[in-house]
């Protein structure tokens, strides 16, 4: 296979929703970063859109009507069209057959054990009896998803290594069975604390429209000060100014350290050098957390300026983003297609576009007949 060569990722997020700082601290920054890296050949962001479908099929609209709003947040962050194929998973037909084939090398017994699965069954409240299908096997057609864009590389949380793990099974078990034909991936995971989950503004692990704890990528100032004055947890045991105060655990520093630089204290609080003399001088007392919000409502408009106005300026022009999912949605069809194919003929049930297996069919009724 000439695209083993290749270094390509694949990543993408389900769009039932706007996107949050969360999205952005643990997936969006990093890919700008790759992006613009150059060590690797191909990008593509998945929109995915059929999965999204597996836990609200009775209410799709609520995933058509935010497939344009997941793009423009794309485009805001610094995700380039020119360098990054932004695709819709619903628009790949390729997706959904190899999902089909790939199902058939993978046991009940092996998704049910899938930690990852087993996790968002809980969170979202399925009883055994009221368990989509389709949500069971996830797993499969994030490994569809993989194996179609012949991705070398899927940058995930710790959280989705299992799913992986399981897309390496899949692709294993296939190779095995009917030769290598399918590139093995590996994950990426977070280098670093400050590319992991971001929690919601309540402190609760994760942002959750739902739980009304996120700070969206397009919130305007005043709604980002009411979250961070109004909902933002600090240390409850922290109740005078002059009161020793903690960091660890206190979601205003959680957010700092996952924010600000030394360049922001030179602007905003020039009191402080960088973010340890500040956590020295909170833990000791005498630092109020009044003052520890208004730094961290500047900080995050440092961030979310520039996002918001590129936002503002993509919104004004909604068929040139249309125009861009297509272009991207063709693209990926072209390479979805190749690896249909691909896979189809080490299966040997290209039937029309390998003439040979009709000689397979005449030796097979010779030997019947004799």
């Not at 009883?127 to 995930?156: K, N």
Request: net charge negative; proline share 4%; charged share 25%.
């Amino acid at each position: 296979m000439d695209n083993t060569q290749k270094q390509i990722i694949l990543t993408g997020d389900r769009p039932t929703g706007r996107l949050h700082l969360g999205h952005y601290v643990g997936s969006l920054r990093r890919r700008v970063e790759l992006q613009n890296s150059g060590k690797f050949d191909e990008i593509n962001i998945l929109i995915a859109d059929d999965q999204a479908l597996t836990d609200n099929a009775d209410n799709p609209g609520k995933i058509r009507d935010n497939i344009i709003n997941v793009v423009l947040d794309y485009l805001s962050v610094g995700i380039d069209p020119n360098k990054t194929t932004i695709c819709v998973q619903s628009a790949l037909p390729a997706l959904h057959a190899l999902t089909f084939y790939y199902m058939n090398l993978v046991s009940t017994a092996r998704l049910s054990r899938n930690p990852t699965v087993k996790a968002e069954i809980q969170m979202r409240g399925f009883a055994d009896e009221g368990l989509p299908a389709g949500f069971f096997a996830y797993p499969v057609s994030q490994a569809a998803d993989i194996t179609a864009f012949d991705a070398t590389v899927v940058p995930v949380g710790e959280d989705q290594l299992p799913m992986i793990e399981q897309t390496r099974e899949i692709v294993e078990k296939f190779n095995r069975t009917y030769g290598e034909t399918l590139v093995l991936p590996k994950a990426m995971i977070p280098e670093n604390l400050m590319q992991r989950r971001l929690p919601g503004v309540d402190g609760k692990a994760k942002m959750s429209k739902s739980l009304g704890n996120c700070i969206y990528l397009s919130d305007d100032s005043k709604t980002v000060k009411k979250q961070v004055n109004g909902k933002m947890f600090t240390d409850p045991t922290h109740l005078r100014i002059e009161d020793p105060g903690h960091t660890e655990g206190n979601v205003v520093f959680t957010y700092l350290d996952a924010f600000c630089t030394d360049d922001d204290f030179k602007r905003f609080l020039p009191d402080y050098a960088n973010l340890d003399e500040m956590k020295d001088h909170y833990r000791r007392g005498g630092l109020g957390d009044g003052t520890c919000k208004k730094f961290l409502i500047n900080v995050l408009e440092e961030t979310l300026g520039p996002i918001r106005a590129e936002r503002s300026k993509w919104a004004a022009d909604i068929d040139a983003v249309y125009d861009i999912l297509l272009t991207g949605t063709k693209k990926a069809q072209e390479k979805t297609n190749a690896t249909l194919a691909r896979v189809q003929s080490a299966m040997r049930i290209d039937y029309f576009k390998d003439r040979s297996i009709i000689g397979d069919w005449e030796r097979l009724l010779r030997n019947a007949e004799a």
